[in-house]
């Protein structure tokens, strides 16, 4: 059954940005939200994260902020770098109808490829 859908990766030039969405499905929503990303022959590593109850986290170029309904979340990644290249997860805790449903899910991840 999925749960979290990411959208959003692409090809993109050295300075560019993208926006990445994390999508909960099934009448689930999100609390805690993080995004990782991995690159190949490498653990995945944390790009930043939001807690229940927060809505939005800039870090540098990064900035993870979610709708107001909770189903969405938004990773706005500006002036990308060739470093920036990988696949990009969310990792969520899901709730439904306001009670807690389960922690740790994760969606099928996005490829974010960051070259000239």
């Known amino acids: 059954q999925v749960r979290l859908v990411e959208s959003g990766g692409a090809l993109v030039q050295p300075g560019e940005s993208l926006r990445l969405e994390c999508v909960a499905h099934s009448a689930l929503s999100i609390a805690g939200i993080r995004w990782y990303r991995q690159v190949v022959g490498k653990t995945r590593e944390l790009v930043t994260s939001i807690s229940k109850g927060e809505n939005i986290n800039v870090k540098g170029r990064f900035t993870l902020s979610r709708d107001n309904t909770k189903t969405t979340v938004y990773l706005k990644m500006d002036n990308l770098q060739p470093d920036d290249t990988g696949t990009y997860f969310c990792n969520a ?11 740790d899910y994760w969606g ?3 490829r974010v490829t960051v070259s000239s």
């Open 108 to 110: 099928q991840g996005t």
């Open 93 to 103: 805790d899901l709730e439904l109808a306001r009670e807690t449903y389960g922690y």
